[in-house]
């Protein structure tokens, strides 16, 4: 009887597949985990396009904008409220 219960491998496939699919899950947290707490995304989808974002949301070459808090540099902004210098007329 011992000869025949070493010759079932009927349920090795299941415990293989069941044992990678831990190790896969466990990989994926770590990496997830890595991600997040290294703010890796930030910087690789929000850093490239920041002075385009500053650009388009408030008309100057340098980050500007939602995320960013930079203080006059908004087109609304009190030192960018004239369009011309009273003081000097139109150019």
């Known amino acids: 009887m011992g000869l025949k219960r070493l010759k079932n491998q009927k349920g090795q496939i299941v415990v293989e597949y069941t044992l990678l699919l831990v190790v896969v899950i466990g990989l994926a947290t770590l990496v997830t985990d890595t991600i997040r707490s290294t ?46 210098d009273p003081e000097r007329g139109p150019r």
């Open 39 to 84: 703010g890796m995304l930030k910087n690789l989808v929000f850093e490239p396009f920041a002075k385009l974002d500053g650009m388009i949301q408030c008309g100057v070459w340098e980050p500007c904008g939602v995320l960013v808090k930079a203080k006059d540099k908004h087109s609304n902004a009190a030192a960018r409220v004239l369009s011309l």
